[in-house]
């Protein structure tokens, strides 16, 4: 079966593409999950739950921005230069999953003072809840996507695995 470029980058170099690229962003966004629901049923204000969410959302925030600038420059480039996409549906699921460091970005600098410094307390875990789920929307319409075969959309007879 043919793939598109995104498994393709998680199949290769097995297990260190996997765990890169896939495992620690994801596992950190769920934890920053977990955590968020506890933050916001038990009213957490401090704590050992509240800095353990500040810091996976400043790691994982930095760590998806270096994964962005990486494959931007090692495969959206080359790839939309030399006309290598595997279909839309290779673009989809590369751009969706790139699209990741729109959400986790912010929640890295917003936990650094950087942005929205004047928003309440609540406002902030409002925002913070909302970019949180709007990376594992993206992540997992990127795993969707990335998961199609692209010749049941077009026939492409010199895709290489």
């Known amino acids: ?14 297990p260190w593409n996997l765990i890169i690229f896939m495992a620690i962003p994801v596992i950190m966004a769920e934890t920053l999950t977990i955590t968020e629901f506890f933050i916001i049923f ?9 800095t353990l969410n500040k ?6 925030g930095f760590y ?21 996409w595997h279909t839309w549906v290779d673009g989809v699921a590369v751009g969706f ?10 929640i890295a ?6 942005i929205f410094k004047n928003k309440t307390a609540q406002e902030k875990m409002k925002i913070h809840f909302i970019l949180v789920g709007g990376f ?3 992540a997992h319409v990127a795993m ?7 010749e049941i959309i077009s026939n492409m007879p010199g895709m290489k695995m």
Do not use: R, W
Not at 55 to 60: A, E, F, K, L
Not at 97 to 106: D, I, K, M
Not at 109 to 114: A, K, T, V
């Open 1 to 14: 079966m043919n793939m598109t470029h995104y498994m393709s980058l998680l199949a290769d170099n097995q």
């Open 42 to 50: 038990n009213k957490i204000e401090k704590g050992g739950i509240k």
């Open 55 to 60: 810091i996976v959302g400043i790691i994982d």
């Open 64 to 84: 998806f921005t270096g994964i962005f600038i990486y494959l931007f420059k090692n495969a959206v480039i080359p790839l939309t230069s030399s006309s290598g």
């Open 97 to 106: 999953y790139l699209s990741g460091v729109v959400f986790l970005l912010p």
């Open 109 to 114: 600098l917003m936990e650094l003072g950087l």
């Open 136 to 138: 594992l929307v993206v």
């Open 144 to 150: 969707i996507f990335g998961m199609v075969n692209p």
